[in-house]
């Protein structure tokens, strides 16, 4: 399974556009890459998957190169609500779908 | 739709007692099926995984086990926990390859 690599930590403030960018140089052929977002004592809840390009939702955008060896998940005008913890999984491509989740990016959104 | 429950939502046990955590998925047939721990300020742990009934992998070495007796059923077991148990445990789901996983709301695990 590929390994992933993100910030630890970001902070942004309301209403800006906030980018977090994750590298993922073994990615294999299959694999798709995955956001998660994780707020204290939930589940992580489910973002955006892609596979290339760009696919966007109405929640976030995730954008990836032609290499897939990075993807950048993009929130437009982020709120205080939106203060979390954000993962960036590659893999599932296997029939088990197993996924193996980093430390994240812990997201601060200031007033 | 589809719906995960997971239950009790925490959990206070001694060590050396057994321990029992139910999920259940509602709304799909024959998904895969995963356990994560979750310590403090950490990224999540998979720690077992299944794609059919009676069908279990472990991820990582440990006093847990998982059973899965029936297609939309998964179990996390121990016979003595430790102290290094305690944490918060995940279930999650998902109907297979590339599809995007979905958990369920945890149970915090506190070991006295």
């Known amino acids: 399974l590929a390994k992933t690599t993100q910030p630890i930590s970001m902070d942004s403030y309301e209403g800006q556009e906030v980018n977090i960018t994750c590298s993922h140089n073994?990615?294999?052929?299959?694999?798709?890459i995955t956001w998660y977002q994780q707020f204290p004592s939930q589940g992580p809840r489910f973002i955006i998957q892609?596979?290339?390009t760009k696919v966007t939702n109405e929640v976030a955008s995730l954008f990836i190169p032609a290499d897939r060896k990075s993807s950048t998940l993009s929130l437009p005008r982020v709120s205080l609500s939106d203060t979390a913890v954000y993962y960036c999984?590659?893999?599932?491509?296997?029939?088990?779908?197993?996924?193996?989740f980093g430390q994240g990016t812990t997201l601060q959104v200031k007033p | 739709s589809q719906t995960i429950h997971q239950w009790p939502a925490t959990l206070v046990q001694p060590v050396g007692s057994p321990l029992s955590l139910e999920c259940t998925v509602e709304?799909?047939?024959?998904?895969?099926l995963y356990w994560y721990r979750q310590a403090a300020g950490r990224g999540l742990q998979l720690l077992f995984y299944?794609?059919?009934?009676?069908?279990i992998s472990s991820e990582v070495p440990q006093n847990l086990s998982a059973s899965r007796p029936q297609d939309r059923q998964f179990i996390l077991s121990s016979k003595k926990l430790l102290l290094s148990d305690s944490g918060f445990y995940l279930c999650?789901?998902?109907?297979?390859?590339?599809?995007?996983?979905?958990f369920g709301d945890g149970t915090r695990l506190s070991i006295l």
């Open positions: 999650a789901w998902s109907t297979g390859y590339n599809q995007p996983q979905h």
């Open positions: 073994n990615i294999a052929t299959n694999d798709y």
């Open positions: 892609g596979y290339k």
């Open positions: 999984l590659v893999g599932g491509s296997s029939n088990t779908g197993k996924l193996i």
């Open positions: 709304g799909t047939s024959n998904p895969n």
């Open positions: 299944s794609v059919g009934i009676g069908q």
